[in-house]
């Protein structure tokens, strides 16, 4: 069976960057929502901005999959830092997602998707690996190829790659303390964001493979706010075009 590949993003302009590659576009709106279908390569795309949040980013994960008959899911955005060693710049790879905000207790333990009987959905191996190659090849051409050297410069960009856990939850976290609670229950969590978790569950029901890529925009701490909007304008706009542009040329 032919490939479609759904790509979403979490920021507006972001999203817009890959909507540039798509070749033969057509614009399907569907609960506010704008699905842009074409092909990239030559492969045929379904790219939309999943909106903020872990509801906002279901239903549209859930259109792309019901409504386009996705059979690949992308989701691509930044993420604040909750490892230690984790920098501006670099990139995590999802290999499990888990919602820090989760909490049915005592019927079902901590973080438990309720009647899925996990804490954690796997992202798929295969997009995985594909995604952690586009990155590679990308990283070893060099960053200011992407981003242009006053990017680097003013952002002291070194981007390393990093595969690991993402915790989703539906909170901007902006604080040192709300940092050392996450990693107090989820130690081994690399970074967080808003929507991963929930676009994970929604593959996981329906069955379709996905990865999450985030840049690293902020710490997650008292910075985080300040650093966040001239990052993603300056540095994961382009970040993100040419991820996908990278990933989509190696299937
Ligand atoms: N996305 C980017 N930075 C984030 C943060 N600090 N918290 C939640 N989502 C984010």
């Known amino acids: ?9 979490a920021m507006a302009q972001e999203i817009d ?16 929502r704008e699905f842009v279908v074409g092909k990239i390569d ?3 795309c379904v790219v ?3 909106k903020w949040g872990k509801v906002a ?3 549209t994960a859930t259109l792309m999959i019901q409504e386009f008959g996705v059979t690949d899911l ?5 993420a604040g830092a909750l490892a230690d060693g984790l920098k501006v710049g670099d990139i995590v790879i999802s290999k499990r997602l888990v919602q820090h905000d989760l909490d049915a207790r005592p019927i079902i333990s901590r973080f438990e998707l309720p009647l899925l009987n996990r804490v954690y959905v796997e992202s798929s191996p295969e997009l995985t690996e594909l995604a952690g190659k586009a990155v590679s090849n990308l990283l070893e051409k060099g960053v200011e190829h992407i981003v242009g050297e006053a990017a680097v410069k003013e952002f002291g960009l070194a981007p390393k790659l990093y595969f690991g856990d993402i915790a989703s939850g539906d909170q901007f976290i902006s604080s040192d303390a709300k940092r050392q609670e996450i990693l107090s229950h989820l130690p081994d969590i690399l970074c967080v964001e808003m929507e991963g978790a929930a676009v994970a569950q929604v593959c996981l029901e329906f069955g379709t493979p996905f990865t999450v890529i985030r840049t690293i925009s902020d710490s997650a ?3 985080a706010r300040v650093d966040f909007g001239k990052f993603t304008m300056e540095v994961a706009n382009a970040y993100s075009r040419s991820i996908i542009s990278e990933l989509i040329r190696l299937l």
């Open 17 to 32: 960057e890959v909507k540039s590659l798509l070749k033969d576009k057509t614009i399907v709106k569907i609960a506010n």
């Open 48 to 50: 939309a901005f999943s």
């Open 1 to 9: 069976m032919d490939r479609t590949i759904g790509i979403l993003g």
């Open 221 to 223: 701490d008292h910075n």
């Open 57 to 59: 980013a279901t239903i």
């Open 74 to 78: 992308i989701f691509i955005g930044t």
């Open 42 to 44: 030559g492969i045929a």
